[in-house]
């Protein structure tokens, strides 16, 4: 696909399934049927191992412990309960592609890396997390597709130590996402004033990565310039996995994409011209009409003349160039000005 064609006609809604297959292959394909139901654009799968993100140990540096929805686990447990099988990768490609809908993945480590390019995914996302991991910016950036680059533990010089990554191995196909790793994430936190600051900032397309509850944010961020919009997709908050609080059921994620497709068409273009409803609407203006029988002769007043409602008349502003002038014939109450009936 050509994710910055795409980015130029519509915003790009992106359901992520991250631990919510609860390590269920069934429930996994189940849920990417329901993310196209649901208006999807993208399927995103996050690609590692317990192994290939920390390693397996109890000691303090391990437990986690940041007043975070997973406190009380070690790293090495909370992604052995959240990773995605490697072996289900495929077959949930084949899955998302045969529904039309667009398959990648955030990696984790080169092993990852390579493992997608195998599978050909046409564009890469990298996790917030991951946004100080140069080399492995600059190996996913090197294999020329586009890339998706969380921003939710960001300091400005992070961000653009990223971008210059991926634009120093020749790649300039960035796509930056505004994000708060904070899970959910509080309202007073999301900021997404910061959206068209970093469009502009870093010359590239920016979207949102949302944790918080509800759908408000996202449709907010469209009306921002928001490009890109990433949610947590779950098929039902019965089940048991660590990222269910922050995620969309169904219903919810479909009532989203209809209102973030409500917003970007309203959004539009800057424009002043009328519609042909507008102008028909124009009938219900205000314009100058008589309001009292005339003479000929008989001079025009505030009291004879009025601003009113419909808009057959002369326009309002030239009520004071009227005043004092005279009619050219007898005028019947109810008869729009003109210039005409004027002497």
Same mark, same amino acid.
């Given at each position: ?18 631990? *919510? ?17 649901? !208006?999807?654009? %993208? ?15 109890? $000691?303090?540096?391990?437990?986690? $412990?940041? !007043? ?27 899955? %998302? ?78 796509? #930056? ?19 068209? *600051? ?14 918080? #509850? ?21 098929? /039902? ?10 995620? #969309?059921? =169904?219903?919810?994620? $479909? ?21 042909? $409803?507008?102008?028909? /609407? ?33 326009? =309002? ?19 729009? #000005? ?6």
């Amino acid at each position: 696909m050509d994710l910055f064609r795409t980015l130029k006609e519509k915003v790009f809604i992106v359901a992520e399934l991250s631990a *919510n297959h609860a390590q269920d292959l069934n429930l996994a394909k189940e849920t990417i049927h329901a993310m196209k139901e649901a !208006g999807a654009d %993208a399927v995103k799968l996050q690609t590692y191992t317990p192994d290939t993100m920390t390693i397996n140990s109890r $000691k303090e540096h391990f437990l986690i $412990k940041q !007043g975070t929805l997973w406190d009380g686990k070690t790293f090495y447990d909370l992604y052995k309960e959240a990773y995605t099988p490697w072996e289900w990768h495929a077959e949930l490609k084949e899955l %998302a592609e045969k529904l039309g809908l667009v398959f990648f993945s955030t990696p984790f480590d080169k092993t990852a890396v390579d493992f997608l390019e195998e599978l050909n995914v046409p564009i890469y996302k990298i996790a917030s997390f991951e946004i100080t991991d140069i080399p492995l910016i600059e190996y996913v950036a090197s294999k020329g597709k586009p890339v998706i680059i969380s921003t939710g533990i960001a300091t400005l010089s992070d961000i653009e130590e990223a971008v210059n990554a991926c634009r120093r191995v020749g790649n300039d196909q960035i796509v #930056l996402l505004k994000c708060v790793s904070t899970y959910p994430t509080p309202l007073e936190d999301v900021n997404l004033r910061t959206i068209p *600051n970093m469009a502009e900032t870093f010359g590239c397309p920016v979207g949102l990565s949302d944790h918080t #509850l509800g759908i408000s944010v996202p449709i907010a961020a469209v009306a921002l310039g928001a490009r890109v919009i990433e949610k947590h997709f779950i098929l /039902s908050k019965d089940i048991d996995s660590p990222d269910r609080e922050f995620s #969309l059921t =169904p219903d919810e994620f $479909k009532e989203m994409v209809k209102a973030v497709r409500e917003v970007e068409k309203a959004l539009g273009k800057v424009t002043y011209e009328l519609t042909e $409803k507008m102008k028909k /609407s124009r009938e219900f203006a205000r314009s100058l009409f008589v309001v009292k029988h005339m003479k000929k002769g008989e001079v025009f007043t505030e009291e004879n003349v009025k601003s009113i409602r419909p808009g057959y008349g002369l326009h =309002p502003k030239y009520l004071k160039d009227i005043l004092g002038k005279r009619a050219r014939k007898d005028i019947e109450k109810g008869t729009p #000005l003109s210039w005409d009936l004027i002497d």
